[in-house]
């Protein structure tokens, strides 16, 4: 498993977590290096398509789960809730303000 690290200009961070076939299976977003904002972790099936989505707060709970045919078209959606893609953390402000970006792998081991 690897570790990518986005760094923006205001401390905010998004982390990217890849599987041993270079397959997303979570990104991180963060207000800065220790405030998580939220999650989201991507299941594939034996094809390799990403077949559903799980949307997580930062305590963890559980706010969407989104599922997906083989186009990547959503199929269904078990608990919709108001989950806006560009903060990622359920508020009503909208796009999180990003500056320049900094990008640093990490290698990280399976647990």
Do not use: C, H
């Amino acid at each position: 498993m690897r570790r990518e690290t986005e760094t923006f200009d205001d401390g905010a961070q998004t982390v990217r977590v890849f599987d041993a076939n270079n397959r997303v299976v979570r990104i991180e977003t963060y207000a800065s290096a220790d405030v998580l904002k939220a999650a989201i972790d991507y299941l594939y099936d034996e094809a390799d398509n990403n077949i559903e989505r799980v949307v997580y707060s930062s305590t963890g709970e559980e706010l969407r789960r989104m599922y997906f045919d083989a186009d990547g078209n959503e199929i269904a959606d078990a608990n919709a809730a108001p989950v806006r893609w560009a903060a990622m953390d359920g508020s009503d402000e909208g796009f999180d303000p990003k500056g320049a970006e900094q990008l640093s792998v990490k290698e990280i081991d399976d647990e």
